[in-house]
Every structure is written in structure tokens, then in C-alpha cells.
């Protein structure tokens, strides 16, 4: 609650400020167009000079906007605590804590060896270092000025406090592209977006938060580099980039976007030296760094990914040539198409080298992730384990709606504007524009990238259209002396009003019809030169207040509703409205930290890895870092299969404890039985002989738990493990024992035992259970013991006489040990 | 001496016996790999199936195809069917697994209804596995309703049963690459005609409405429609009403999309009337403030109809704007 009143008075502040930008800025103009009149509008502003007033009013906005970025991602440190979230935020956490421990370059050496077991992972040359960087070194600066704060309240916080230089990045961006006004309304746009905020929620410390400042941050540089020309600004790009690539892997789209840039203005013949200089230092140096970053080493001179941004460097070269030959040579006129072939000859020879150079092996093919963005079927077919997360999927218009809202409806019309006032720079945000919203179609992760492009080109679309409909100075001249006093009431009481409602950001521009609409009626009737009459614009600035106030409300229900759930700790919530909170999952990490040996081995699915090492700090097989697939695959493999086959692979991967995530007890969606057909999936694309998909199926191929479901199901260990003992427990007096309150059934193998593995601990709520492995059993005697005898005889009675203890062996027979026995015996004799 | 002519007698027959078995089954080997070499489906009619396939004494295992392929069946997707089990049989025959053990044959409903009787089928297309000396079971029939007729999954099913491992071999589609090659000479043609003037190259309309055109097409979820194949409206099976719009938010039909699409697309022409309204040349304002109140009204209508599918789709949104 506090949280979201703090909000709504910062962006309350935020629109007053804004309101007053707008008409700020028109003065502005108004004054270049009618310097008399300029003295008339703004009485008030005598003290101050109109530019300088209009910088305070940026920088008012700018802050609002920050903070209000900011609070709007605090919803689930309110509610629950501060607490790093979901799976891969807590790997970066471990290894921040283990780097601002052990110092940077034990880091970048670091051999996890809690990780894939028995591989190991070499942290520091798989990961993009940027996020844990930045945060060590926000931790240690802190520290130099002795606020002694732990890294965690560090970690939990950076994705907040980034995207509020996100939203300062976009306003630089937009003031490059369009006008100051626009950039204003672009950053307050990014600093609430849903589409942003999913992925920088205070806890999620994930490389996306930092990554799309950086991206923003350095289009932002290119497009001043490009409009300058001056070697500090494409300097600055370069390591602008270079933090990026540091920081997440989609460093990738800036360096093929800012090429097919480069392309596109040389295709519109709008090439320059300006370009020619920015994207010559740009690209050597942003080479040279981006090859800094372990993770990445040799791959942008390696791989086809890159390939784009080296051709078009050559190209350029090669166009810069000819462009100076052509201003050197006499006539050069004449020569023109000569000059145009040699062009083209140039490009499609560089082209033709580069597929050269890819068959012969010398550079790489797309990797799968990259290509099964165009090839869209891809995945699913070569790459299950990409396919099986969810963040991988298609979008649906629904989830572009649920995201940005009023922006998406706004998005194309910017482009139009953007293509009908083309110049370099609109090319590219264009660009970005089409290639951004193909990719976040494909992949409902990637519209973390087409936000901030939304954000911009609504931006413009709407600033263009307020900028004259909340403009008063065309129909107005003579009024507008009382405006000043009049306004100020009319934005009082525009705020009081909000902060009854709770309306945020109630209309930037709403308070300016409120004062304009009486002000003109008297005068729009002898109005007669072509413009709108002011009771349209009146009507046109409040609709579009009502639907930006609908926007504000709109992304704050979605942050809070949908983005904020730390989904380690769950909450539910009674019929009277108490809150009440299910902590299952730290609670059996703490379990296994506490009470098993310290090199003890946890085998789950790979969902769980990061948490299991995170929290519980122990050895785990498989995690979210997919990148060994055969191994997931085996996991899969003992997780579907039968018990004793499994417990054959659970000995041979020297697992001591299987930790299962069950929801059916509570109606928790998110468990392991419902990801258990991309278990067999995955484990049938290593091994088809043993597991077959098709077998988890009933005869009209559906997939039950219930008794109608298949018997191979019903028995595999990942079943087992789940509802062990649980048909005994009635959950609720009206179902009977075994109900399964996910997928609504009673289940159909009850009352069973569990051979090789034994329960441990299940949480309070059943979500967790941890079973432990027994070690190798004793043999079960045979039926005949005459055979016993002469194993015993043909082993013992030669080499060793106790008849006593060897008896005793004998019963027990352990097979590795009577191998033994034998070889030692041939060696002998 | 009696008995031994006895015994002598009854080896000879039991040896003719399997002589003769053998001679016949390599003689039918014969000549199924003759008919598979010709062709990489054999066509099996009722007495070819008695005797090749439904006969116990075999030695070598069939894929066979049972099919309706005559017009007047009308059955559309045996033809695809037909296709896909051609290519597989085809990539089959070239490849260097092909042996006279595995071979491919197909049954017409029309040739060989004994056939289609005989296993009890009553629809087509339907792929059983005939494993060699046994009767096809349950598990040897493949599971169209879920896997499909894919040549993948065909090979995948057959790499099932019988081992045999396939590389699959499509011949290429020429008619996309002569259509590519078609619309490239038309558009370098249509250049070389108005090689005069390059301007409506350079013509940021035609442009703008294009990228505006591809923006649109991304965010009204047409990739999702093409990766994931929804039918195009819903039809309920008890009431026989029609539906337009999906009720979750995780599903969508082809139409809903294309409405959305126009959605938007009135959306961004309303607004851009709002900023055409007041550029445009008239004597009073009229017709400038007639232009502006049709942009916000379209803006405002349409915009609150797409939030209002928005709320039907998504169980719990609370807000809606004009229309509920």
C-alpha cells in the first residue's frame, strides 16, 4: 500500500510537470514564430528565462519519472520481503556473493563444482559478467563510503534502479529522434511499461535488467554519433556496447541492427562522412572490446551471427573509396553507371565471400537459438529443451495487448510519422521498429526489446498530436494573461481529485482543457482561418487523457498483478481476504542444508538446479544453464522410467538424494507432474530405445494420472515419488483419500511401496519432497542354496580358509567384491 | 526296413516341404523386389495381398498403406498421405539401407476391399506394420489422429518398428523457386520500364504503408497463427454456434487476429486524421473540425471495443473504457 501511494504522488508530480512542459515548449515556439506576443503568454516566467524554465520543468519530469519507475517495481519487497526471485536470478546472486568474496579474478576462474555433477561448470567463461560487475562495484563503492549494506539488498534493488536510467536513456533517445516533448513522454512511457517492468522487478536479478539500459543506452550514442560525426561520440558507442555485451548474450541484435542501418541509408543514397566515421570506429572498436568478454571470445570474428557487421564494413570501405574517386575524378558524371555496377559488384562479392567462408568451415553456422528465430519450426523439432520453456513460445496479440496497452496502438502511427519526416536517424528506429516486433511475434521473450522502440514511437505519435491540440496560443491570445492563476487552481484541484481516485498520471494534458474550455468559447465563432475549432480540441485532449490515465492504471494493475510474485514464496489468499503464505520451497532448501552432508548430491529436474545450489548449497545434476543436453536427458530418463531402471541410473550418476516438486496437495499449477511430459520428451531425443512418449499416453492419447491412465506412467519413478503415501490423505472431506487437487482426480496407483529410495522430508504443504537413495541392497538370498554353496567353495575354499567369515560373505555376496576375488585369483596363478 | 522307408519317406516330404516353402518365399522376394525396384510403393491388389502379405510364411516385413485414392472416395487427405508415404518409400529405394527385407506396398480400397475387410478397417488412410511370420498388432498400427502423416513421422514410426533407419530425402519444391524467380524478373522489368523515374522508389508513402503493413502483421499475433495453425473461428459442437474470439488469453482463431489487425489499423488512422485535420484547406474550419472529431471518435471507439474484447479474453481484468 505504501508502496502504490508513493507512486501515484510521484506520478501526479510527474504529470503537473509534464502539462507544463507542453505548454512550455509551445510558448517556446510560439516565441520564435511572434516575438511580441511571447512577453504576453507567460507573465509569470519574467523571472525565469523560457529555456531555463523548460529544463527545470525536464528535469522535474525526469525524476518523477525515475521514482516512479523505481516504486512501481517494489510491489513484492512490500508484500513479501527482500528477496532475490524465480531460477536464474539466484545463480547471479551466488556467484555476485562469491565474487564480492573472493575478488574478481578468483571469479572469472571460478570452477563450480556444485554444479553439474559430475562435470562441474566453468563459471567464468559461460556467463556475461556485466550484471555481477556492476553490482560488486556498487557494493564496493558503498562500502568506501561506509554504508555497510549486504549484496543481496544490493542485487534485489538493481533492476529497479536501472530502469530508471532506462527511462533517462529513452528520453535522450527520443529528444535525438524527435523533440524534447516526446522524450519526456517516452521515459515516463518506459518507466511503467508492463513489457519492461516483467523482467525488472526488485528481486529479479537477472541479466535483462541491466542489459536494456545499456541497449537503449548505446542507440542513443550511435544515433548522436551518426548525427555528429565525431570520433568521441562513436568512441562512446563502442563502449556503450561493449557494457552490453558484457552484460547479456542479446548484445546480438545491436550488433546487426546498427548495420542493417548503415546498409539502409547506403541503399537511400543518404551516405555521408558522418556515417562513414561512426561506423568505421565504431565497429573496430566495439570488435576489439566485445572480444574482451570471455564468454564471447573469437565468436564476432567466428560465427555468422557477427558476419553481418563485418560485411558491412567492408562495404563501406569500399563505398567510401569509390564516393572519393568520384569526387576526385574529371567527369565523373559520365562514369556513373560504371561507378553503380562496381557498387553492386562490390556488395555481392563481399556477400559471396562470406557464404564462401561458411561452407569452408571457416566461420560458423547460425547457432540453433539464433536460427529458430527465423526458421520458426526449428526448435520444436531439433531443440526440445528450448522449445520446453515457456519464454520461448510465440506471442499471441493478447500478451502484445497485456503488455503495452494503448501504446501498441500507437506504435504504427509513430513509424508513419517517423517514414513521412525520414531522415538518418528515423531510418533507424524505423528499422528497429519492424525488426523488433517481428522477433517479440516469435519469441514472447523477446518483447523485452520491441518495449522500449513501442515506447519511443508512441511517444512521437502522441507528442505530434498534442502538440497542437493542447496548443492554446493559436485561438487564444487575448485570455491567456489570466491563464496563469486560473491554472494553477484547475491543477490543484486536478490533483486533489487524483488523489481521491487514485488516478495515476489523471491526464498529463487533462488540466489544460479544463481551463481552456471556458476561456474560448467566446471566441472560436469569429475564428475563421483553417484550424480546428477549440471545442474539438478540447474534446480530442481529453479523450486522449482519459486514455493515457487509463494506461497509467493499466500498467500499475499488471505490475502488481501479474509481474510481482516472487514465486518462491507463494501466497494464497482466504475468502475473507487474509493473506496467507506458503514457503515450502525454503523451507526444504533449508532442510537440505541443514541436514544432509555437505557433498551430498540432489538430482531434480534441471528447473530447480540454481535454487537447490542457491539456497540449499548442494551439489545438484542438472540446472538452468542448458548446456549439456545428454545429461538432462538422463535425468529424464530415471525420472520416467521405471523404479529399479532408474535406480540403476541413480547409482551410476552416485545420487544420495531426489528432491520432486509436487502441487496436487495444495492446487499449486507449477509442478513437476505437469513438466513431465517434457521430461520424456527430452529424454527420448537421446534415448529412444528405453523411453517412447507414446507410452505415457492412455489409449485415446491423453495424458491421466487418475486409474484410466497408462500403466507405465502410473509406475515410473517421477509418479512414485510424487504421490508416495498419498492416497492415504483425504485433502478434503468431500473427495476421497488420493485426490489430486491440480488436475482434479483421484489418482490411480495408491497404495505402493517404495524399494530403492526412502522418503526424507515433504513439506508442510507436500510441495517439496525429498526422497533419500538407498545404497546397493543386500542380495535377496536365492531359492537355492546349493548354489551359494559352490560360489562359496569355488571362490573361498582356494584362496582364503576362514570357513567362518566367509560364510558370512558368502550370504551377503556382493558382486563387485566376487569379481575381485576372481582376478586376484587369475593373476595369481 | 519297413520303417525305415517310413522314415525315409516322411524326411523327404518334410524336406520337399521346406524346400519348396523356401523356393516360394524366394521367388516372392524375387519379385517384390523387382516390383520395388520399378516402383518404391508396390500397388497390391486383393490377390497380391492374399499372397504376399497375408500369407504366414514370410520372412520379410511391409509397410502397407490402405487408401482410398479414386475421386470419387473423396478423401482429401489421402492424396497428402499418398505424398508423404511416396517421398519416405522414395527416399527409401535410393538410400543405402534399402534391402529385400523391408519392402512398401500400398492397398486401393478399390482393388483390394478383401484387404480392408479382412483387417476390419473402415477408414483411410491407415498404416500397419506387418512384421515378418506374425499377424500386425496393435502397436503396429500407426497413430495418425496424434503424430500425423508427416514423412518425419513416418520415418520415425518405421524406425520404431523395424530398425531400418531412413535419410529423408524431399525433392526440392520448384514451383516457390520459380515463383521468386518470376516476381525478380517482373520487378526488375517494371525497374527497367520506368528506368526514367526512380521516384516512387523514393516515395516515403508507398514505403510507410508497407513497414506500417509488416508492424501490424507482427502484432496482431499472425506469426503466432502460422507457428501454431488455430482453425480460423471456433465452432461450438453441441449448439453449432460460431465463435470469433477464443475465451482465454493463451489461445487465438485466425479471424479474431485479423480483426485486431483491423483494430489497429483503425486506431492509427484515426490519429492520423487527427493530424491531417488541421493541414487541410478550407474556408471556415469546418471541415478541418469535422476531420478531427471523426479521427478521435474512431480513435476512442475503436480503442475502447479492442479493450473490451481485451477484458472478455482475460478472466479478471477490471478496467474497461465506454464500452464494458
Keep these: 500500500m505504501a508502496a502504490q501511494v508513493t507512486t501515484n504522488q510521484s506520478i501526479i508530480n510527474d504529470d503537473s510537470g509534464s502539462l507544463t512542459t507542453d505548454s512550455e515548449f509551445q510558448t517556446n515556439v510560439n516565441s520564435k514564430k511572434r516575438l511580441s506576443s511571447s512577453s504576453n503568454i507567460l507573465p509569470t516566467s519574467s523571472i525565469l528565462s523560457p529555456t531555463g524554465l523548460t529544463s527545470l520543468i525536464s528535469f522535474i519530469v525526469l525524476t518523477c519519472a525515475y521514482i516512479s519507475g523505481f516504486m512501481s517495481r517494489l510491489f513484492s519487497v512490500i508484500r513479501f520481503e527482500s528477496i532475490i526471485h524465480e531460477f536464474d536470478p539466484w545463480f547471479n546472486y551466488r556467484s555476485t556473493a562469491y565474487m564480492t568474496e573472493n575478488g574478481f579474478y578468483n571469479f572469472l576462474n571460478w570452477f563450480d563444482e556444485l554444479a553439474w555433477y559430475p562435470l562441474g561448470r566453468i563459471v567464468g567463461g559461460t556467463i556475461y559478467p556485466g550484471l555481477m560487475v556492476t553490482s560488486g562495484v556498487i557494493h564496493w563503492f558503498l562500502h568506501m563510503i561506509n554504508i555497510p549494506i549486504h549484496i543481496r539488498e544490493i542485487c534485489v534493488f538493481l533492476a529497479p534502479f536501472f530502469s530508471g536510467l532506462t527511462a533517462l536513456a529513452t528520453y535522450l533517445l527520443t529528444k535525438e529522434l524527435w523533440s524534447r516533448r516526446a522524450g519526456l513522454f ?216 497485456f503488455d503495452l496497452h494503448l501504446l501498441i496502438c500507437l506504435f504504427p502511427v509513430g513509424a508513419w510519422f517517423c517514414i513521412k519526416e525520414l531522415n538518418d536517424e528515423r531510418v533507424f528506429i524505423v528499422l528497429y521498429a519492424v525488426f523488433a516486433s517481428y522477433f517479440a511475434g516469435v519469441m514472447i521473450r523477446l518483447m523485452l526489446t520491441l518495449t522500449p522502440c513501442v515506447c519511443v514511437l508512441a511517444a512521437i505519435a502522441l507528442s505530434k498530436t498534442l502538440d497542437y491540440y493542447a496548443d492554446t496560443e493559436t485561438s487564444d491570445m487575448s485570455t491567456s494573461p489570466v491563464v496563469p492563476s486560473n491554472d494553477n487552481d484547475e491543477n490543484e484541484n486536478e490533483t486533489e481529485k487524483n488523489n481521491r481516485n487514485l488516478y495515476d498520471k489523471a491526464g498529463k494534458p487533462k488540466p489544460i482543457p479544463g481551463r481552456r474550455g471556458p476561456t474560448n468559447t467566446n471566441q472560436d465563432t469569429d475564428d475563421d482561418t483553417s484550424i480546428v475549432s477549440s471545442n474539438i480540441k478540447t474534446v480530442v485532449v481529453i479523450c486522449i487523457a482519459m486514455m493515457l490515465m487509463l494506461l497509467a492504471v493499466h500498467c500499475t494493475w499488471v505490475t502488481s498483478n501479474a509481474y510481482s510474485s516472487p514465486s518462491i514464496v507463494l501466497a494464497s489468499y482466504n475468502n475473507d481476504g487474509s493473506r ?241 576375488g576372481t582376478k586376484v585369483l587369475t593373476r595369481k596363478t | 526296413m519297413k520303417y525305415f522307408v517310413y522314415l525315409f519317406f516322411i524326411c523327404a516330404c518334410i524336406t520337399l516341404n521346406v524346400l519348396s516353402e523356401e523356393d516360394v518365399l524366394s521367388d516372392k522376394i524375387q519379385q517384390l523386389t523387382q516390383w520395388s525396384l520399378k516402383k518404391p510403393i508396390i500397388r497390391l491388389n486383393n490377390e497380391h495381398f492374399k499372397h504376399y502379405v ?84 496393435k502397436s503396429d498400427y500407426m497413430d495418425l489422429s496424434r503424430s500425423g502423416f508427416s514423412a518425419e513421422q513416418i520415418i520415425k514410426w518405421i524406425h520404431d518398428r523395424a530398425d531400418v533407419e531412413i535419410q529423408i530425402y524431399r525433392p526440392p519444391n520448384y514451383s516457390g523457386f520459380l515463383l521468386v524467380i518470376l516476381m525478380i524478373t517482373m520487378i526488375l522489368g517494371l525497374l527497367y520500364v520506368k528506368r526514367d523515374s526512380f521516384k516512387f522508389l523514393f516515395n516515403h508513402i508507398v514505403w510507410g504503408i508497407f513497414i506500417i503493413l509488416a508492424i501490424l502483421f507482427c502484432i496482431s499475433g499472425q506469426i503466432w497463427n502460422s507457428i501454431r495453425g488455430p482453425p480460423f473461428t471456433h465452432r461450438n459442437p453441441q449448439t453449432g454456434q460460431s465463435g470469433l474470439f477464443s475465451g482465454t488469453s493463451g489461445y487465438q482463431f485466425i479471424a479474431e487476429t485479423y480483426i485486431v489487425f483491423l483494430l489497429y489499423f483503425g486506431v492509427s488512422i484515426g490519429v492520423i486524421l487527427l493530424n491531417e485535420a488541421p493541414k487541410l484547406k478550407s474556408q471556415t474550419g469546418k471541415r478541418n473540425s469535422f476531420v478531427a472529431a471523426v479521427g478521435i471518435v474512431v480513435v476512442v471507439i475503436l480503442f475502447s471495443y479492442l479493450l473490451s474484447i481485451f477484458r472478455s479474453k482475460y478472466q479478471g481484468y477490471p478496467y474497461s473504457f465506454l464500452i464494458k
Design chain 1, 186 to 401: 517516452a521515459a515516463a512511457f518506459i518507466a511503467i511499461a508492463p513489457g519492461y517492468s516483467s523482467r525488472s522487478v526488485a528481486g529479479s536479478y537477472d541479466n535483462e535488467g541491466i542489459a536494456i539500459f545499456a541497449l537503449m543506452f548505446t542507440y542513443f550514442l550511435w544515433i548522436r554519433s551518426v548525427k555528429t560525426g565525431s570520433v568521441f561520440w562513436s568512441c562512446c558507442t563502442a563502449l556503450s556496447y561493449f557494457y552490453m555485451v558484457s552484460a547479456w548474450g542479446g548484445y546480438v541484435f545491436i550488433i546487426n541492427l546498427i548495420p542493417v542501418h548503415v546498409f539502409i541509408l547506403l541503399v537511400l543514397r543518404r551516405y555521408s562522412l558522418r556515417l562513414y566515421v561512426s561506423y568505421s570506429i565504431f565497429y573496430i572498436l566495439g570488435l576489439i572490446l566485445s572480444m574482451q568478454i570471455p564468454f564471447v571470445g573469437f565468436q564476432p570474428v567466428r560465427t555468422s551471427e557477427h558476419m553481418l557487421a563485418a560485411g558491412v564494413f567492408a562495404l563501406l570501405q569500399a563505398y567510401a573509396f569509390i564516393d572519393y574517386l568520384y569526387t576526385k575524378l574529371p567527369r565523373a558524371d559520365d562514369l556513373k553507371q560504371l561507378f553503380f555496377g562496381l557498387m553492386i559488384f562490390i556488395g555481392l562479392s563481399v556477400f559471396a565471400v562470406v557464404v564462401i567462408l561458411t561452407y569452408a568451415g571457416y566461420i560458423a553456422p547460425w547457432s540453433g537459438r539464433f536460427y529458430s528465430l527465423w526458421d520458426t519450426n526449428y526448435a520444436k523439432i531439433h531443440i526440445p529443451i528450448i522449445a520446453s520453456v515457456s519464454e520461448h513460445q510465440p506471442t499471441t496479440w493478447t500478451s502484445f495487448f
Design chain 1, 580 to 820: 496467507y503464505i506458503i514457503d515450502d520451497f525454503r523451507e526444504a532448501y533449508y532442510w537440505l542444508r541443514k541436514n544432509t552432508p555437505e557433498r551430498a548430491r540432489v538430482m531434480s529436474w534441471w528447473d530447480y538446479g540454481y535454487q537447490i545450489a542457491g539456497m540449499g548449497n548442494r551439489t545438484v545434476l542438472v540446472d538452468n544453464n542448458t548446456w549439456n543436453n545428454s545429461h538432462i536427458a538422463l535425468v529424464g530418463k530415471a525420472m520416467s522410467s521405471n523404479e529399479s531402471e532408474a535406480y540403476k541410473i541413480m547409482t551410476m550418476l552416485d545420487v544420495d538424494y531426489v528432491l520432486v516438486i509436487f502441487g496436487g496437495m495444495i492446487g499449486y499449477s507449477g509442478d513437476d507432474i505437469n513438466k513431465f511430459l517434457w521430461m520424456v520428451r527430452i529424454a527420448e531425443g537421446e534415448h529412444p530405445k528405453d523411453i517412447r512418449e507414446q507410452d505415457y499416453f492412455t489409449e485415446n492419447g491423453e495424458f491421466r494420472v487418475d486409474r484410466s491412465g497408462s500403466p507405465i506412467l502410473l509406475n515410473c519413478l517421477m509418479y512414485k515419488l510424487c504421490y508416495y503415501r498419498f492416497g492415504e490423505l483425504q485433502t478434503d472431506f468431500r473427495s476421497p483419500p488420493g485426490f489430486d487437487r491440480t488436475r482434479h482426480v483421484e489418482i490411480g496407483n495408491k497404495n505402493f511401496d517404495l524399494q530403492h529410495v526412502e522418503e526424507a522430508y515433504t513439506t508442510e504443504h507436500w510441495i517439496v519432497r525429498i526422497y533419500k537413495v538407498k545404497k546397493l541392497a543386500n542380495r535377496l538370498q536365492a531359492k537355492n542354496a546349493l548354489r551359494q554353496v559352490q560360489r562359496r567353495k569355488s571362490i573361498y575354499s582356494t584362496s582364503k580358509k576362514t570357513s567362518g567369515q566367509a560364510r558370512k560373505q558368502g550370504v551377503i555376496l556382493n558382486k563387485p567384491q566376487v569379481k575381485k
Design chain 2, 54 to 137: 497375408k500369407a504366414s510364411s514370410r520372412n520379410y516385413s511391409m509397410f502397407i498403406m490402405f487408401t482410398a485414392l479414386s475421386p470419387q472416395r473423396q478423401c482429401s487427405i489421402c492424396k497428402q498421405a499418398y505424398d508423404e508415404f511416396q517421398i519416405v518409400a522414395q527416399s527409401y529405394r535410393y538410400s543405402n539401407a534399402f534391402s529385400n527385407s523391408v519392402f512398401f506396398g500400398m492397398v486401393d480400397f478399390d482393388d483390394g476391399s478383401d484387404a480392408f475387410q479382412y483387417l476390419k478397417l473402415n477408414t483411410a488412410p491407415v498404416f500397419i506394420y506387418f512384421p515378418p511370420k506374425m499377424k500386425p498388432k
